[in-house]
């Protein structure tokens, strides 16, 4: 078929003189540089997909052997054995099998390194730039929730205190109010002086922080807060309600505290590291 189109433009030539032999080799190397960007295009189809690179950290920050748990995730599988009550279980058989393996639960996974993986802007945070001093700093929070078939667990790595909220996370004037498990965070300070590198870096980083959190299970509590609920009656639909009376628990529920082994502060995807304190 290219031999065909060849001569024929050839014969074209012959007959149109020197704008025909012009334009033909104008159609000629339109045909030519068409050929090869289709041959480009086929060789890139046949590319193998790019592979996602894999990041090795070493410990206590390798996620290889470690109990791998993310803000409002799933816990650990048998973290409910650090607290008392009863066992998970969708038959009293299955509770009480399971009840029989707390002890052994618990030293399994007293031994074990959980790695908290975090980021900005939400548990990682970079303060606004501190000019006369030339620093930033940066907050990682000192305990997350997760949850397991029973409901929530937090886990904090730092001080973690249960505590009634104030009226921004709570509904002002209400009667009641839910405690919450409250840690303070781990604070990094970081020194920039130039102002042009600051600004750089806060513009670059801002929503690109990330931070690893290795510790081991520790202490186990649960906090509750027993209180005494109105009874509140109504009339819907020519039908007396009632609802509440007798005792509920606004507690913070159950915490499991951490010994730290270390947290790590990067940038870049995990690939820079900023801090790593131990």
Known sequence: MKRLIVLTLLAAAACG??????RTADQLAALEKKRAEEKKAEKVDKLAPLVAEVLHLPAPYDESGALVVLPDGPCPDGLWAFFPGEAPGSTPDEKKANAAHRKD????????????KLRSPATVTLSPYDAPNGKFLIDVVGTIDCTDSLGRIALAWTDAKATTPGNS??????DLTQNV???PPVTFE???????????????NRFGLSARVAFTPG???VDKKVTKVKKVKAE???????????????GAGRLLRGTLQGVRVATEQEKKELFNKK
């Open 219 to 221: 202490k186990a509590e």
């Open 236 to 250: 819907a639909a020519g039908e007396k309600l009632s609802f509440g009376g007798g005792s509920e628990d606004w």
């Open 17 to 22: 003189g020197k704008d025909s032999s012009k």
């Open 181 to 183: 498990w409250v840690a």
């Open 169 to 174: 996370a709570a509904k002002e004037g209400a």
């Open 105 to 116: 639960l618990v030293a399994a996974l007293s031994s074990r390194t959980i790695l908290v």
């Open 190 to 204: 970081l020194f920039i002086k130039s102002l042009t590198e600051a600004k750089t870096f806060n513009d670059k």
